[in-house]
C-alpha cells in the first residue's frame, strides 16, 4: 500500500481517486489529508476537490503523462541506476555557463537528444550547463515560463526518467547542470493549487499574474512547497544548482526572506551530498546583499545575472539607446561595469525615473559573483523578431563580443548557438491549446511592441508553430559545409573555444577578486583596456584604427591586423586582443 497525502485546507473533503477506487481521504487541522491505495511507480491519480467530479492532479505531482489538466502518474525517483558516482561537483568561480532551451536545442527538442550533443559543449570547454525550466506546462512547445507543475518534469521533452538520464550524462562529461526554476509566478492554464489552499495572493500581482503567497496566512506550507521543490532537484535529480527567475517579483515581507531560506537549505543540502550547490539569482534590484554571504546579514546568493553588463556591451557594440539602454551610452559605462560591477549603484536610471541600486562592497565580493552575458533568451526573446547579435552586427563586433565576454572578471555565460554566431533567431513562442488564451496572447505580443514603435507586421505571432520551428538551432552551421556564411560560424566557434581555453590556462583571467581589476579606456576614440595582471584586454569600440598605449606580447587577437608598434597596440576597427607582459 502507497500512502498518499496532500495539502488541501480549502476544500471542505478531499477523494482519492486510482483507477476504478475512490478512497475517502483524512483530514487534520494543519490542512493535510491522507490515505493509502494500492499504486506501484505507473498508476495513474488525481484528487477529488469537495464536490467536484472531475480529477485534480497533484500539486507534488512527479509526472503528467497526459499533460497538466490530466491525472498525475506514480513515479519513483529511486529507481534510475546513476552512474555519476565519481561526480564531486564544482564550484561556479572560475566556470563558463551554458544556457540551452531543451525545446530548440536539437531538432527533436527532447533530453535524450540533446544529451547527444553534450560532446559539442565539452569541446568546447564549457563546465556548467543552464537549463531554462523543464517543469510541466499546457501544451507542446514553451519558453518554460508559463509552467504550473513545479515537480513535474514536461512530457514532451521526456519527462522526469529522461531527466534524471540528462544529468546522468552531463556529470559523466563532467559537466555541472543548472536547472532555472520560476517559482514568482505561475502559468494561465492548468494552474489548480488554488483549489487546494491559499497558494497565491488574491490582493496583489506582478507582471505574470498574482503573486505567490510568500507572507500571508498559511504561507508556511506554501514556502514548505517551494523548499521540498528546491530539495527535489538537488536530492532526487542531482542538479549542482538553480537559476532563481526574476526574484525581485518574489514578495516577502517576512523577517527571513524566502532567499535566505533557500541559501539555508541548499548549505544543507550541500554537506549532505558532499559537492558544492549554486544558487543564481535574476534580480534586477542591483542590491548587493543579494550576493553577500548570510553570515554578513546578506541573502546568500551564490551569484545573480547582471543585465548592466549586458546593457552596457551591447550599446557599444550596436549603438541601439532605446529604453533601458540609454544610460549605458558611453564606454565609461562599460568601464564601471568591469571595475565595479554594477553600473547603476546608486545613480538615476533614466528608464526608471529614480535613483537605482547601491555599491558593491569591492573588497568582500568575489567577481565570480556576478554572471555577465553577451546574449541571454531574454535578451534576444524578448525583442520583437528574436534576432540574436548575428542579425546585425558584422563579424568584427561578434568576435569582440565574444572577447570582452569570456575575458570579462565575472563568470561568462553563452546562449546556445552564440558560440558559432548562429544564424536561426529564438522568438518568443507558446502552444497555448486554448484558442481565446492563445489569440490574447498573440494580440497582446503585438499590441506591446506597435506601441514601441515597431510594424506589427513583423513581430512573430507566438502561436504559430513556425515560430517554433524557426527557433531550433541549425546544426549544420557549426559542422557542415555551407555556402551561406558558413566560414563565419567555423570562424566564431574556433574564436569561442580559443577564448575559453585561454580563460582556462591563465589564473589572471579566473581571480575573482575585485582588487586584481583596472579599467583604462578613451571616450573619444573609443578603446577600452582591462588590466587583470600580467594580462590586457584591449578592445577598439570604434570605427576606425587605433593606437591603444599598451605593451605585451600578443596572446590572442580577434583580427590578423592587430599589431604591437612602439607607441602601442595598433587595432584596427571592431577588434582587439590578449596581450602579456610576462
Not at 471542505?12 to 494500492?38: H, I, K, N, Q
Not at 515560463?145 to 531527466?163: H, I, K, S
Not at 542538479?239 to 517576512?254: E, F, I, P, S, T
Not at 581555453?501 to 573619444?524: H, I, K, Q, W
Request: hydrophobic residues 40%; charged residues 20%; proline residues 7%.
Amino acid at each position: 500500500m502507497t500512502e498518499f497525502r496532500v495539502w488541501a485546507p480549502t476544500p471542505e473533503r478531499v477523494t482519492l481517486v486510482t483507477g476504478d477506487e475512490r478512497v475517502p481521504m483524512t483530514g487534520g487541522a494543519d490542512g493535510w489529508w491522507s490515505a493509502e491505495a494500492s499504486a506501484a511507480p505507473g498508476t495513474d491519480y488525481g484528487f477529488l476537490l469537495g464536490d467536484g467530479d472531475t480529477p485534480r492532479p497533484d500539486p507534488r505531482s512527479r509526472r503528467q503523462p497526459d499533460g497538466v489538466h490530466g491525472l498525475s502518474r506514480v513515479f519513483d525517483p529511486g529507481a534510475h541506476h546513476w552512474g555519476d558516482g565519481d561526480w564531486h561537483g564544482r564550484p561556479l568561480a572560475g566556470g563558463v555557463i551554458y544556457e540551452l532551451h531543451i525545446g530548440t536545442f536539437t531538432p527533436e527538442g527532447t533530453l535524450d537528444s540533446a544529451i547527444e550533443r553534450l560532446d559539442h559543449l565539452v569541446d568546447l570547454g564549457i563546465d556548467f550547463v543552464e537549463v531554462l525550466p523543464v517543469n510541466a506546462f499546457n501544451g507542446t512547445h514553451n519558453w518554460g515560463y508559463d509552467g504550473v507543475a513545479w515537480f513535474a518534469v514536461q512530457e514532451t521533452y521526456g519527462g522526469p526518467a529522461a531527466y534524471q538520464r540528462f544529468v546522468d550524462a552531463c556529470h559523466r562529461r563532467g559537466l555541472a547542470v543548472i536547472q532555472d526554476v520560476v517559482y514568482n509566478h505561475l502559468g494561465p492554464s492548468g494552474n489548480y493549487l488554488p483549489e487546494f489552499g491559499p497558494y497565491l495572493h488574491q490582493a496583489s500581482a506582478n507582471t505574470w499574474g498574482l503573486s505567490v503567497n510568500l507572507d500571508g496566512p498559511d504561507s508556511d506550507e506554501v514556502r514548505r512547497y517551494i523548499l521540498d521543490n528546491v530539495q527535489m532537484w538537488f536530492r532526487d535529480y542531482h542538479v549542482d544548482g538553480l537559476r532563481l527567475d526574476a526574484v525581485h517579483a518574489l514578495l516577502d515581507h517576512r523577517a527571513t526572506h524566502l532567499l535566505e531560506e533557500m541559501a539555508i537549505e541548499t548549505d544543507a543540502a550541500s554537506a549532505t551530498l558532499g559537492r558544492p550547490l549554486t544558487l543564481i539569482a535574476e534580480s534586477d534590484l542591483n542590491d548587493p546583499r543579494m550576493i553577500r554571504p548570510r553570515a554578513a546579514h546578506g541573502l546568500g546568493m551564490t551569484a545573480q545575472w547582471s543585465d548592466d553588463f549586458h546593457h552596457a556591451l551591447h550599446v557599444n557594440l550596436t549603438g541601439e539607446t532605446v529604453g533601458y539602454y540609454a544610460d549605458f551610452d558611453s564606454v565609461g559605462a562599460l568601464a564601471k561595469v568591469l571595475e565595479r560591477g554594477f553600473f547603476h549603484d546608486g545613480t538615476f536610471s533614466s528608464f526608471r525615473g529614480r535613483t537605482h541600486g547601491r555599491p558593491i562592497d569591492r573588497e568582500r565580493t568575489p567577481t565570480s559573483a556576478l554572471v555577465v552575458f553577451a546574449q541571454d533568451h531574454d535578451q534576444i526573446g524578448n525583442r520583437a523578431t528574436g534576432d540574436r547579435l548575428t542579425a546585425t552586427l558584422d563579424e568584427g563586433r561578434l568576435r569582440l563580443a565574444a572577447l570582452l565576454m569570456l575575458t570579462a572578471p565575472n563568470t561568462p555565460m553563452l546562449f546556445m548557438g552564440e558560440e558559432w554566431a548562429a544564424s536561426t533567431p529564438w522568438q518568443f513562442f507558446t502552444s497555448h491549446p486554448e484558442p481565446e488564451l492563445g489569440r490574447a496572447t498573440a494580440e497582446g505580443r503585438i499590441a506591446e511592441f506597435a506601441r514601441m514603435g515597431w510594424d506589427p507586421s513583423v513581430v512573430p505571432d507566438p502561436q504559430d508553430p513556425e515560430t517554433f520551428t524557426r527557433s531550433k538551432l541549425d546544426w549544420s552551421e557549426p559542422y557542415g559545409d555551407r555556402d551561406d556564411g558558413g566560414d563565419l560560424h567555423a570562424r566564431t566557434h574556433a574564436l569561442t573555444r580559443e577564448l575559453i581555453a585561454l580563460r582556462r590556462a591563465r589564473p589572471e583571467l579566473t581571480d575573482p577578486r575585485f582588487g586584481t581589476v583596472r579599467v583604462e579606456y578613451s571616450e573619444n576614440d573609443r578603446w577600452i583596456v582591462l588590466h587583470r595582471g600580467a594580462l590586457a584586454v584591449a578592445a577598439n569600440l570604434g570605427d576606425a584604427p587605433v593606437t591603444v598605449p599598451v605593451s605585451g606580447h600578443v596572446l590572442l587577437a580577434t583580427d590578423a591586423g592587430a599589431s604591437v608598434s612602439p607607441s602601442g597596440l595598433v587595432l584596427p576597427a571592431a577588434s582587439g586582443a590578449v596581450l602579456a607582459s610576462v
